[in-house]
């Protein structure tokens, strides 16, 4: 409900620990992954004029394939009482709860961005509007409102006046 003026009041955070990642997305790349995996697997067995190292190689190029679906599925955010986990393609970071300034979600970003105390930004690859944009923004809320709440800090009079989540 909006408070007086005009903005999405905050939303009270989610219980701890809590994981953010785009299931859709996940469902989509596992899918995919293992469908082109069976494909190869299944054209590699039925053509009859390949050799062992071709056939060998069919599979190879479906796990490999695979392999690429699961590290794109891998991102997720996972928030516990002492801070927030940030799962990305290749790379996983610990954050305390205090190093957290903002969490952003803009018109058009692919992805959350964590402004941190030490000036940089921290893509949050966890939450992507891409499939489910309604379901991200809710992330994006419910993760500000942990950041907020840890932190100590109220919530600010910079959200967005459609989805609640910051502009800048």
């Known amino acids: 409900m909006p408070d007086k003026t005009g903005q999405p009041a905050p939303s009270a955070p989610p219980a701890l620990p809590v994981t953010f990642r785009p299931a859709r997305t996940r469902a989509v790349l596992l899918t995919a992954g293992v469908m082109i995996l069976v494909v190869l697997a299944v054209i590699a067995m039925l053509l009859p004029n390949l050799s062992p190292g071709e056939r060998t190689s069919f599979v190879f ?13 891998r991102p997720k955010v996972v928030a516990d009482e002492s801070g927030v986990t940030v799962v990305n393609i290749a790379t996983s970071r610990r954050l305390e709860w205090a190093e957290i300034v903002r969490v952003n979600l803009r018109p058009g970003d692919p992805w959350v961005f964590l402004d941190l105390t030490d000036g940089t930004s921290l893509p949050a690859l966890g939450i992507q509007p891409g499939i489910a944009r309604q379901r991200a923004v809710s992330d994006a809320r419910a993760l500000r409102a942990l950041a907020e709440a840890r932190a100590g800090r109220e919530s600010g009079g910079d959200t967005g006046p459609e989805d609640g989540t910051t502009t800048d």
């Open 61 to 73: 190029t479906g796990v490999l394939l695979l392999g690429v679906l699961v590290l794109l599925s």
